[in-house]
């Protein structure tokens, strides 16, 4: 019976472990891959796998009745694979080095104040800041990316007249066309009317005699 308890109390702590995981994951600013995955910039490829694969088992949706856990569990998973990409992580780093340059301006910090670096509040505030610069570039490229669909937009009006433009044409000239004989035809009649209409009568010639 004892072992029972103990065996319950267990699982429950490891459910709890599970909760406590999936929550933590789904209020980290989903961008920053490092936060995510609960890790620091700098690490191997080795140590963002070996993380990958604790977590991964700990809230795989299959492993907990946890309704966020499918969630928690992609995002996991997206952060991973964007800090095994070289490109997209070497982009991430350069945010970051650049959320601490910025810190370190507005704290008039140098090198050389790595105790206050080093700080809980200091490391707080950076990643306060990494988070600021990630959501500046994102709003710059959705800016870029608007200005880039409506100049495609521009071109595509532009395509889209000049085809309007050509079969309006090609219409026309079909039009002339299929009316040729007809026009050809009034012609002749107009033709054939004028010269009629202009014939002078022959007047009689009175014979003498």
């Known amino acids: 019976m004892a072992d029972d308890i103990i065996d319950e109390l267990n699982a429950m702590g490891k459910e709890m472990d599970k909760d ?9 600013f989903r961008l ?21 694969r604790a977590k991964s088992l700990l809230i795989h949706p299959d492993k907990t009745k946890n ?15 964007e800090l095994l ?3 997209k992580r070497k982009q991430l780093d350069s945010f970051i080095d650049d959320a ?5 301006k507005e704290k008039k910090l140098t090198k050389d104040d790595t105790e206050v670096m080093q700080s809980e509040e200091f490391l707080q505030d950076w990643r306060e800041k990494t ?7 994102e709003k710059d490229r959705m800016k870029r990316e608007k200005a880039m669909l409506r100049e495609e937009g521009r071109e595509a009006r ?11 044409k090609r219409e026309h000239e079909q039009a002339w066309e299929d009316t040729r004989e007809q026009r050809i ?11 009629g209409g202009n014939k002078k009568k022959k007047k009689k010639v009175k014979v003498l005699g």
Do not use: C, H
Request: proline share 5%; aromatic share 8%.
């Open 20 to 28: 406590a995981e999936i929550e933590r994951i789904l209020a980290e």
């Open 85 to 87: 990409d070289e490109k």
């Open 100 to 104: 601490r340059y910025l810190l370190m």
């Open 67 to 81: 309704p966020k856990a499918p969630d928690a569990f992609d995002r996991l998973k997206k952060a991973q694979t």
């Open 131 to 137: 988070k600021w610069v990630i959501m500046d570039n």
């Open 32 to 52: 920053d891959a490092y936060s995510v995955l609960g890790l620091q910039p700098g690490v191997p490829d080795s140590d963002i796998k070996k993380v990958y």
């Open 158 to 168: 532009k395509v889209e007249e000049e085809m309007d433009a050509r079969k309006r």
């Open 185 to 195: 035809d009034s012609w002749r009649d107009f033709k054939g009317g004028a010269n």
